[in-house]
Structures are given as C-alpha cells and as structure tokens.
C-alpha cells in the first residue's frame, strides 16, 4: 500500500503558460500532501504543505500567486505553476501522508519534470 | 539554524559493505528518515527512527543515536542497482521534515 501517482510525469511548455500537475493518493487517504522541487544536484526544497479542504501553508521564499495549490480531496492535490518562466524549469515531486501535519511517514509521487522553453 | 550533514559522495565494491553517516541538529526531534533515490527518479521510503539503536530490514540496516545527533545507513552485498543517492532527513519539533543532501553511493563492479 502507500501507493502516490503523479501526472503528467513531464511536460514541456511555453513561457508564459500555465501547467498544472495532478498528485493523487491511490490506496489511502492523504490528510496532508506536500509539494517539494528539486534542482538538478540539489536537495529537495519543500515549497508547500497542504491539509484537504484547507489552503496550503507556502515556505518561504515561495510565491502563492504563482504556484497554486488545490487539495479538494483526501486523495488529490493539485499545483498550478501560473505564467511559467524557463527558471521554474525544474522537478516537482509530491508525497502524502496519511496523518494531519505529516507526522506519519511520507510517501513520494514518481514526480513531474517541467521544462519551460 | 538547522543543518543536516551526509557525504556528498561515496564509492563501494559490488558485494561489500557501505555506511552512509548523518549528522543533524534540529530544533525539536521527532524520526529520522532515510530515502533511496536513483537519478531522475523520486524518492522512495528506505526506513525510519525515532528511538535509539538498530532497525534492520534486509540488506539495509539504520541506526539512530540520539543524544549524538547521528544515524548511519548500513547496505550489506552491495549490489549494481544500490548505485543511487541516498537522502537523510529529521522530523523536527513542528513536524516539518528537514532534508539533507543527499549522499550519491556509486558501486563498481
């Protein structure tokens, strides 16, 4: 079980569009699902923490106007990255815990590589 | 501030014995987590500790160390397919998870 799905599992997009990426919990139920980017050589950075049905709690440094976070579902959360730029070229990755602040373990998406051109 | 400390490379045998060390200070404590990640890929969950001492599952073993700060992941018969970084990362006292690194473990044959 823990199983998390991500999608799509790369895209490639124009300056100035938008990409939303899907991230959904397939045999339990998230609470709390988290959104983290990693650069090439870099750690994971988090970028946001979202409870369902409650708006998500950014890091900072991390623009909510421009990366949307939706969590309507115990098994679904979703990130708008809003008029993307080549510097938000990147790999996005989710995970999802089952318990309220992610004090149970997290389980990571098989994540989204973005490329914007 | 809080810091989590691994090496940024390794280099083992095939069939041998690795130890990737952690090192973290943390405000608060509450489970350290090891990940296994391949190359463009997302991590995956390896194991966890929150008491002190040795949780083996396998050919992986973690150790956790709590008044030192410290944990190390032990990989036993190194195999080709362990060639990977590997991620440690603490629960501090608000829950958050913070991240190390990573440690990239390169096996030869």
């Known amino acids: 079980g823990a199983v998390v799905s991500q999608h799509p599992s790369w895209v490639i997009c124009k300056s100035g569009t938008s990409v939303k990426i899907e991230c959904r919990s397939l045999?339990?139920?998230?609470?709390?699902m988290f959104w983290y980017r990693q650069f090439p050589k870099q750690s994971l950075m988090l970028m946001a923490t979202?409870?369902?049905?409650?708006?998500?709690?950014?890091e900072q440094g991390v623009e909510k106007d421009k990366f949307l976070i939706n969590h309507a579902s115990l098994t679904l959360s979703t990130l708008t990255v809003t008029s993307a730029h080549p510097e938000d070229s990147s790999f996005y990755i989710c995970?999802?815990?089952?318990?309220?602040?992610?004090?149970?373990?997290?389980?990571f998406g098989p994540g989204t590589r973005l490329t914007v051109l | 501030g809080q810091n989590i400390d691994q090496p940024t490379e390794m280099t083992a045998t095939e069939g041998a014995i690795v130890q990737i060390n952690c090192t973290y200070q943390?405000?608060?404590?509450?489970?350290l987590f090891w990940y296994q990640q391949h190359a463009g890929e997302a991590p995956t969950f390896l194991s966890y500790?929150?008491l002190d001492g040795l949780e083996e599952k396998g050919r992986f073993s973690s150790f956790l160390s709590r008044s030192k700060g410290y944990s190390y992941l032990l990989l036993k018969e190194l195999q080709m397919k362990d060639s990977a970084s590997y991620l440690c990362?603490?629960?501090?006292?608000?829950?958050?998870?913070?991240w190390g690194a990573g440690t990239k473990l390169i096996i030869k044959p």
């Open positions: 995970s999802a815990s089952r318990s309220l602040a992610g004090s149970d373990t997290q389980y």
């Open positions: 045999d339990f139920q998230a609470t709390t």
């Open positions: 979202s409870n369902e049905g409650s708006k998500a709690t950014y």
């Open positions: 943390t405000s608060g404590f509450n489970g």
């Open positions: 500790n929150v």
């Open positions: 990362a603490v629960r501090d006292s608000n829950y958050q998870l913070i």
